[in-house]
């Protein structure tokens, strides 16, 4: 069972990034898919998540209007757009899943409810 995120690297302020989560050896039809990010010296924050039928989504105010998620059961796979990035949105960016009955502020951020982590992607926002 893993999860696998890719899509990190370096970017300029102003300019975008797409990661994904990708699962293997499971479904993540029934798991809420969160997607936390962790900047050197600060605490893990869940920026964003979906459920796990995609209707219901939950943002961070730090990420709301800027940062996009989504979906695609058929490939087992989570998105995150990410736009208009800044330089403190440089941290480490990991998905994780939780078996949630939809996306919003509770289970997006109790990380002790995550059943599933991936290894991080580095996400580095700078001229």
């Known amino acids: 069972v893993q999860l696998v995120e890719s899509g990190g690297g370096l970017v300029q302020p102003g300019g975008s990034l797409r990661l994904s989560c990708a699962a293997s050896a499971f479904t993540l039809d029934y798991y809420a898919i969160v997607w936390v990010r962790q900047a050197p010296g600060k605490e893990r924050e869940g920026v964003s998540c979906?459920?796990?039928?995609?209707?219901?989504?939950y943002y961070a105010d730090s990420v709301k209007g800027r940062f996009t998620i989504s979906r695609d059961n058929a490939k087992d796979t989570v998105y995150l757009q990410m736009n208009s990035l800044k330089p403190e949105d440089t941290a480490v960016y990991y998905c994780a899943a939780v078996p949630a009955p939809y996306a919003d502020n509770y289970y997006c951020t109790s990380m002790d409810l995550f059943e599933y982590w991936g290894q991080g992607t580095q996400v580095t926002v700078s001229s």
């Open positions: 979906i459920s796990n039928n995609g209707e219901t989504t």
